[in-house]
């Protein structure tokens, strides 16, 4: 943001070549997308992270009653959202207009707060459980 405006690739071009047309204008196009692909990495490897979690607590529901009951609930939902959420992750890695890459981007980060929490509270569950089991 430039004092208080948003700043995109394309209006960074034509300041540059306002203000100084020979020079290259990939600069600030580089450092746009740099920060695009570190964000979309970043939403990738918090999917992969989230699925992996997902994985650990369904083997860990064989032997858990009360984490069985929590993932017959709630397992449906945060399935289907981890899958919209690898959708949106792949649309990402796509070329997209910087719109609806932004937009992509917020709900991603959004689904990945929801999910943190609901697995969180699930897993928090389940080691409640073991303690009292030892």
């Given at each position: 943001?430039?004092?208080?405006?948003?700043?995109?690739?394309?209006?960074?071009?034509?300041?540059?070549?306002?203000?100084?047309?020979?020079?290259?204008?990939?600069?600030?196009?580089?450092?746009?997308?740099?920060?695009?692909?570190?964000?979309?990495?970043?939403?990738?490897?918090?999917?992969?992270?989230?699925?992996?979690?997902?994985?650990?607590?369904?083997?860990?529901?064989?032997?858990?009653?009360?984490?069985?009951?929590?993932?017959?609930?709630?397992?449906?939902?945060?399935?289907?959202?981890?899958?919209?959420?690898?959708?949106?992750?792949?649309?990402?890695?796509?070329?997209?207009?910087?719109?609806?890459?932004?937009a992509l981007g917020q709900r991603a980060k959004a689904l990945i707060r929801q999910l943190a929490g609901d697995l969180e509270?699930?897993?928090?569950?389940?080691?409640?459980?073991?303690?009292?089991?030892?």
């Open positions: 943001m430039v004092n208080g405006y948003k700043t995109s690739a394309t209006a960074g071009r034509i300041l540059a070549a306002m203000f100084r047309p020979n020079e290259p204008v990939t600069m600030l196009e580089q450092s746009t997308n740099n920060a695009d692909s570190t964000e979309i990495e970043n939403i990738s490897a918090a999917t992969d992270l989230l699925w992996r979690t997902l994985l650990e607590l369904q083997r860990l529901e064989v032997n858990n009653a009360r984490l069985h009951l929590a993932m017959s609930n709630a397992g449906y939902a945060i399935r289907q959202r981890l899958d919209m959420l690898s959708g949106i992750t792949e649309s990402l890695k796509l070329a997209q207009p910087p719109v609806r890459a932004r509270e699930i897993s928090l569950e389940a080691e409640h459980d073991f303690e009292s089991i030892t």
